[in-house]
Structure formats: C-alpha cells, structure tokens
C-alpha cells in the first residue's frame, strides 16, 4: 500500500510538472503570438493600401476613359496640354491658366483636376472657399491619375479651411460627407483622408 501511495505521490507531482511546464509553454506561445501579430500589423496595413489606391487608380482610368466619349483625338490632345501648361507659366497665371482649360472642356476629367490645382492655390478667403465648393459641385466626380478624386480632395480642403477659419460646424459638415461616401478616398501619397481628419 505504501508503495501505491508513494507512486500516486510521484503521478500527482508529475503530473503538476508537466501541467506547469505546458502553462509555461502557453504562455511563451502567446507572447510569440503577439510578437508576431505586432510585427505584422504594419505590413497588413502597407498592403492595404496599396489595395485601396489600386482600386482608386483603377477608378480614375475609368472616369478618364469617359472622355474619350465626350471628346475627339485632337480635343483630348489639347485638354492635355493645356493642363500640363501650368508648369510652364509664371506662378502669377498659373490660376487663370488652369481655369481657361476647366471653362474651355468642363466635362474632361482634367477640367476637375485643373480646377481643384487652382482652388487650392488661391489665397485663402471667400475666393477660395467657392471654388473648393465649385470643385465639389461641379467636378466632384474627376479623378487624378493617382487616384485621389477631385470632390472627396476637395471636402477634405474645405473642411481643413473652414476648421482653421474657426468654422467647425461647416467644417464637420464636409468631414462627415467625407467619411460616410468616400471612406476610401486617398491623398496624392495614398493615405486615406480620413486617417488625416
């Protein structure tokens, strides 16, 4: 009987052992786990993006192939050169130049880009704010080849505008429009809008 109890005794703190060893083991397996999971994070994330302005980019040669509809070879030709003149003139008429093109062809997706360039260089005051309204109104649905779209760009301007003039009900207005219909509308660099807010 001894020698029962004494082997149950053994059992008993092996078993506790063994316990505390697969609870150790639990516990570095986690912490490994976790290590993993934080170390991907920022990959998940890189690779959403990339994910995100592709479909972006996808989006903007569609509302770029619309032109061809509206337009012939020789307007498209000069919509083009008209929109990369801004380049090459002085700083004073870079405004008025990208603007000539967006009365010239309205409906070209370059109009939308041109007008939101000029929108955004004018001084900030009344000016400014209309056309960065314009933008939205009339251009909302023109695209950069990059893939930031001109109406979601320009809420997030305006509302960045507004918030600085002091305004934040109007410029929450444009914030929430950003957030609930273009939650995936990006910057020039590919970064979500609405991380920016």
């Known amino acids: 009987m001894k020698k029962l109890w004494m082997i149950l005794g053994i059992a008993c703190l092996c078993t506790g052992l063994f316990a505390e060893t697969q609870g150790e083991k639990l516990a570095r397996l986690e912490k490994k786990i976790d290590q993993l999971e934080k170390a991907v994070q920022p990959l998940l994330a890189q690779q959403k993006k990339q994910e995100i302005t592709q479909?972006?980019?996808?989006?903007?040669?569609k509302r770029m192939g619309k032109d061809s509809g509206n337009y012939s070879r020789e307007q498209l030709r000069e919509i083009e050169q008209m929109y990369q003149a801004w380049r090459k003139v002085p700083e004073t008429e870079r405004i008025a130049s990208l603007?000539?093109?967006?009365?010239?062809?309205?409906?070209?997706?370059?109009?939308?880009?041109?007008w939101l360039y000029a929108a955004r260089w004018e001084k900030p005051g009344k000016t400014q704010i209309e056309d960065l309204k314009r933008a939205i109104d009339e251009f909302g649905d023109c695209r950069y080849g990059d893939g930031v779209q001109v109406g979601a760009y320009a809420r997030f301007a305006l509302g960045k505008l507004l918030e600085k003039d002091g305004k934040k009900e109007e410029a929450q207005k444009?914030?929430?429009?950003?957030?609930t219909s273009f939650p995936n509308a990006i910057d020039h660099s590919?970064?979500?809008?609405?991380?920016r807010l």
């Open 99 to 114: 603007k000539a093109l967006a009365a010239k062809y309205p409906k070209s997706n370059r109009a939308g880009c041109a």
């Open 190 to 195: 590919g970064n979500l809008l609405i991380e």
């Open 174 to 179: 444009y914030f929430n429009e950003l957030k």
């Open 55 to 61: 479909e972006q980019q996808k989006e903007a040669r």
